[in-house]
């Protein structure tokens, strides 16, 4: 009789336990939640500047082409990259050197946007005749 009692007292969890282990589990939970949440946001961004650097890539790519001299100032334009449209501005910038200018494409998501998703710059030379 005195090993059924004793069978009886030890199997299973208290309530104070299984409250403990709850506890535990959902403090790890709300945890990794937040991890995976930082992460998917982290991983976004590089995403979206990724896609703005080839953007500005594209468009030096496209300036060093173009052989107008000077390069014209201020242009813009928008161009579709994976699902999105994409803002670029030009900016042509003198340098010391009279046969020499420097480009700078800067990229936004949105045309009114101050903040600059990405930016590349390049120096042109002007061709001798």
Known sequence: MKNIKHLINTKGFTLIEVMLAMAVFAIAGVALLGVADN?????SHLEEQMFANWVA????????????????????GQVEMA???????QKVIKTTNKEMRSVVIEVRL??????????AMTYLAQDKP
């Open 57 to 76: 890539s594209n468009q030096l790519v496209e300036v060093s082409l173009d052989k107008t001299w000077p390069p014209k100032n201020n242009r813009k």
């Open 110 to 119: 949105d045309e009114d946007e101050e903040l600059v998703t990405a930016s």
């Open 83 to 89: 699902g999105r449209t994409w803002y670029w501005q």
């Open 39 to 43: 992460n998917y946001r982290h991983i």
